[in-house]
């Protein structure tokens, strides 16, 4: 009931993704399939990939298997994401009710195509079909990146298994294109997703999705009451088909907002501020024999501790934060608990 509401959604989605440099096939400008929508969150969007990949594949398994009913299919349909991807994965899984496996990264927390091909192999001989994997662009813990060039080619070679990147976070970078080579191969991914509400200066909820065959999200959504019906359908995406609540806010607003106040310019200004800002407090700690690095800096995140137990990291962690001038979020790895210092504010400076 809002052509605006859809209209500058398609046009804000093509936008973006033209500063993050997505292939055409993601972009509505293209004459394809492909579009974007906004999401409200990261969660939203691993879920509906998910569903999307759903119903992709039982189209297909039910092609070959005529004689199989849909609660078999479903029994064997199997997912695969990163052991450090975020928890809304595994969750996905469980609200769409299918199996997902978190997989244990290399030694530099990557999921790679060797982990990924040994799982698949390993569930088929099961029985079980792979049908949808996770990339994290970004792990929530300490920012590692997937290998996803070599992951997409698994998922293409392996009956057409749905590729979702999760760049949550680190998915504003890619407006810098000395960042992209950390999303090499999103060509041979189905969706990909970030929130410009974490790094990009639009206030919350703003969660941007991409699909190259928006076609099985609509399917699997797709419900068609009198009530909903209207002259003008198929000549626009019915972006109700491409989510899960019905009605939706005009999010595309405020992206437009803070694209236009900014400019291209000065947003990537901001995320290389941010980056060097992190790179400044990596040099900090590396020049201190008491503390040290807990991965490797890329983004604004800089994961450190001390060169001591996790207890003493503990007291140092309650320290900082009960003074309320600095806030930290601490994670753990490996039973490794350290400390992380995120830039993220527009306000932070060197001082
Ligand atoms: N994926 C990653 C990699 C994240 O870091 C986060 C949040 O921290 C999420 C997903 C969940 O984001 P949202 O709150 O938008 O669902």
Redesign the pocket.
């Known amino acids: 009931a809002s052509p605006a509401c859809t209209e500058l959604e398609v046009v804000m989605l093509d936008w973006l993704g033209q500063m993050l440099g997505l292939p055409e096939e993601f972009l509505a400008r293209s004459g394809g399939e492909g579009g974007g929508v906004i999401q409200?969150?990261?969660?939203?969007?691993?879920l509906v990939a998910l569903l999307g990949a759903k119903s992709r594949a039982m189209h297909r398994i039910r092609e070959q298997h005529p004689e199989w009913t849909d609660f078999e299919i479903l029994s064997k349909l199997v997912g695969y994401c990163n052991s450090q991807?975020?928890s809304?994965?595994e969750r996905a899984g469980l609200l769409g009710g299918v199996k997902l496996r978190t997989l244990k990264p290399n030694n530099k927390r990557r999921l790679t195509a060797d982990i990924l091909r040994e799982a698949m192999e390993e569930d088929k001989r099961k029985g079980l079909i792979p049908f949808y994997v996770v990339s994290?662009l970004?792990?929530?813990s300490s920012c590692t990146f997937d290998a996803l060039d070599e992951i997409g080619d698994v998922c293409a070679t392996d009956d057409n298994v749905w590729l979702h990147v999760?760049?949550?976070?680190?998915g504003s970078a890619f407006i810098c294109p000395e960042y992209r080579y950390l999303m090499k191969g999103i060509e041979k991914a189905d969706s990909f997703n970030f929130?410009p509400?974490?790094w990009l200066l639009v206030n919350f909820?703003c969660?941007a999705m991409w699909l190259k065959q928006p076609r099985w999200i609509v399917d699997a959504f797709n419900v068609d009451p009198l009530y909903l019906k209207h002259d003008q359908q198929g000549s626009a995406p019915d972006y109700r088909h491409w989510q899960i609540p019905l009605g939706r806010r005009f999010r595309a607003l405020k992206l437009w907002f803070v694209l236009r106040l900014y400019g291209v310019d000065n947003l990537q200004k901001h995320i290389r501020k941010h980056i060097a800002l992190a790179h400044h407090f990596e040099k900090f700690v590396l020049e201190d024999e008491r503390f040290e690095i807990y991965e490797e800096v890329t983004m604004g995140l800089v994961c450190f501790k001390l060169k001591e137990s996790n207890e003493v990291n503990e007291e140092l962690l309650r320290t900082i934060n009960g003074r309320g001038k600095i806030h930290l979020v601490p994670s753990k790895i490996d039973d490794v608990y350290f400390l992380r210092l995120a830039v993220c504010s527009r306000f932070t400076e060197e001082k």
Request: glycine share 8%; aromatic share 4%; charged share 15%.
């Open positions: 409200g969150t990261a969660s939203e969007a691993t991807a975020h809304s994965v994290t970004g792990t929530t999760d760049a949550a976070y680190a929130n509400h974490k909820d969660s």
